[in-house]
């Protein structure tokens, strides 16, 4: 009950102050360039990489990119840069 009203005083702050929700909330935030490149910041680590699959963790469950001659770029703690082509982009709830 405690982490609801938490979550719920955070969206409330989030949308009086006008603050981005990715930053109050704890979201990832993806940008893609075309199908090329894929940026993420805000995850929580890297699950699994294969040149056609990358899973990471959230902070609420998982995105699972999946493309062709994917290559990480940069990976820094909380953000990576992946190259490639991505084909599909999965946000997994746990």
């Known amino acids: 009950m405690a982490k609801n009203w938490v979550q719920q005083m ?5 949308q009086t102050m006008d603050l981005p929700e990715d930053v109050m909330m704890d979201l990832p ?3 893609m360039i075309g199908q090329i490149h894929i940026y993420i910041e805000n995850h929580r680590g890297l699950l699994t990489f294969t040149d056609r ?3 990471l963790l959230l902070k609420q469950g998982q995105l699972l990119i999946k493309g062709e001659q994917i290559v990480i770029k940069m990976i ?3 953000e990576i840069l992946l190259q490639g ?3 599909e ?3 997994i709830e746990q």
């Open 29 to 31: 935030r993806i940008t």
């Open 89 to 91: 982009v999965n946000y």
């Open 10 to 14: 955070r969206k409330w702050i989030t």
């Open 85 to 87: 082509k991505i084909t």
């Open 53 to 55: 699959e990358v899973r």
């Open 76 to 78: 820094l703690p909380e």
